[in-house]
């Protein structure tokens, strides 16, 4: 079936230390997005990519970084440069019509301590 | 600058009860619409879409909503909840020239009473 896998499902790091959270899609789409989701905020771009070895900044970029080397894969790192990096983490990936709706994986949580 | 707003955070309904959570947005055109929701700990699924034409439109798992330009408005409703709709919803709005971008609102929880 094709489908959005991110893994892991939870994560925990030090504070300090950079994580990369992994999200792989089967679906040939070449838009990808990250999304942080924060309770009570809903869901804020970090960064987006409509096309390999291209990505912009989203909403809330300071603080992670991003690669499109292969068209299935988006990677997603957190820094220790971000602040606060607790939460809920989404990849999504976006068919190439205009109106395509967003196709989702299960999210990672990461836990810093 | 544009945004969307779903005004109530929680709601609780019981079951069996009809539902509907509201949605507005601020844009200078009609926007494409979406209603994602989202259970526990998961993704989010698209319960539907509206892009033109007919201002009603039917989605899975018994759920519609209405378009309504005058109010800028796109509130799901549904007319029977059951339990397993407890989860929370998300309306979501691209505006036609940005780019792909979509803009979240910041969700109604959804109770459902036995």
């Known amino acids: 079936d094709g489908g959005i896998t991110q893994s892991p499902k939870y994560l925990f790091r030090k504070e300090g230390q950079n994580v990369t959270l992994s999200c792989e899609q089967n679906?040939?789409?070449?838009?990808m997005y990250w999304y942080r989701q924060d309770p009570g905020q809903g869901l804020r771009l970090i960064y987006y990519?409509?096309?390999?070895?291209?990505?912009q900044k989203g909403d809330i970029a300071e603080g992670y970084s991003v690669s499109r080397e292969k068209k299935e894969s988006f990677p997603l790192t957190v820094t220790s440069a971000q602040k606060n990096p607790t939460a809920f983490y989404l990849c999504?990936?976006?068919?190439?019509?205009?109106?395509?709706?967003?196709?989702f994986g299960n999210g990672t949580r990461l836990t810093v301590t | 600058a544009q945004s969307v707003t779903q005004p109530d955070i929680h709601i609780t309904v019981s079951e069996g009860a009809s539902l509907e959570l509201r949605c507005n947005y601020s844009?200078?055109?009609?926007?494409?619409l979406f209603w994602y929701v989202q259970s526990p700990g998961q993704g989010l699924q698209l319960l539907l879409k509206?892009?033109?034409?007919?201002?009603l439109v039917q989605g899975i798992k018994g759920f519609e909503a209405e378009f309504k330009r005058s109010q800028s408005s796109f509130n799901l409703r549904k007319p029977s909840v059951h339990w397993s709709d407890a989860a929370e919803y998300f309306c979501?709005?691209?505006?036609?020239?940005?780019?792909?971008?979509?803009?979240f609102g910041t969700g109604t929880r959804l109770a459902v009473r036995p």
């Open positions: 999504a990936s976006k068919g190439p019509l205009n109106n395509s709706p967003l196709h």
């Open positions: 679906l040939n789409h070449d838009a």
């Open positions: 990519s409509q096309i390999v070895n291209d990505f």
């Open positions: 844009y200078g055109a009609t926007p494409y």
């Open positions: 509206y892009f033109s034409g007919d201002t």
């Open positions: 979501a709005v691209e505006k036609k020239s940005s780019g792909d971008k979509l803009t």
